[in-house]
C-alpha cells in the first residue's frame, strides 16, 4: 500500500479525503466508505469528534483503513487529551501501523452538546507537533517511529506587512504538511500563498488545501455558517442557487477548483471533502481529469 507521505514524496499534485465518522459508523462503515475512496485518494484524514460529536476512535478508524487497502491520516486534537494520553494514542497509532498524523487543537465543542464535556488543551498544536516530532529522536523507544506530522491553517486575507509566524512555529516545531480549512476563494487562496512562497514556507511544508463538493446553494451556506474557518464565495453559491442541476453543477464547481489547485504554485495537493454522499469524490476528481 503506498502512503500518503509516499505520495507527498513522489508527486507534484496529491489528494486526500475525509471518511464518515458518525456514532453509529462500525467496521463495516469504514470498510465501505473504504471501497468508495480506493484508488482515488492518497490518503483518508479521520477527524478526532469533528464538532463535539462522539464517534469511534480515530485510531481504531485508522487501523480498520490499513486493513481495507487506505492510508489514514489520524487527527488528535488537544482539545481532548492531556499530554500523557496524546503520546499514548500517538504510540498506540504507530503500533497499528498509522504513519500520519494531522494534529489540531481542536474547534469549540457546539453549546448543544449535552452533557457538556470539559475542554482540556493541556498543550496547544505547535506543542503537541513538537512531541510528535521529538518521538522520531527518542532512542529510549524499541523502534524510533517515523512519524508523518502535519497540522491544520486557515487561509485570509494577508496584509502588507504580515508574516506566518503561527506557521513558522508550527514548521520549527517538525510540521511537514499542512492541510488548509475549506477554503473556496481562489483569488484570496493565491495571495496568501504567494506570502508563503515568498517566507519560503512552502519549501518546508507541504500546502494542501481544503475544497469541497457542495450539494446545493442551502448546502454551501450551511458550510460557509457553521463550519469554522470554512470559506465559500458568494459567486459560488449563486451558480448553485441558479443550476438546473445544483449536484452537476457542485461536481462542476469543485473539478473545476481542483485543476486550478493543480496548477497554482506552492500548493502541493488537495483535500476533498463531500459534504452528503462519499461517492461524489472519485465524481469529482475524475471530472477534473487532473490525475
Known sequence: MNTFRDAIRARDFVLTSECFLKPETDADA??????????????????????????????????????????????????NRNRISLLADLLGAVALGTTSFLLVRGNRIPKNIVPRPKLVLDTNATDLIAMATSLKADHDLRAVPDLYVGGSITPHEPKADWEPLKLIA?????AQFMITHTCMDLDLLRRYVNRLIATKLTHRVSIIVGTAILASADDARWMRDYRPNCQIPDTLIERLENARDPREEGLNICAEQLRALADMPGVSGAHVVASTDLRLVPEAIAASEIN
Open 170 to 174: 508550527k514548521a520549527d516545531a517538525g
Open 30 to 79: 469504514i470498510r465501505i466508505q473504504a471501497d468508495v475512496l480506493r484508488g482515488h485518494v492518497d490518503g483518508v484524514v479521520l477527524t478526532d469528534n469533528q464538532f463535539g460529536s462522539l464517534h469511534m476512535s480515530t485510531i481504531a478508524a485508522g487501523r480498520l483503513m490499513i486493513e481495507n487497502g487506505l492510508d489514514p491520516v489520524v487527527q488528535l486534537s488537544c482539545r
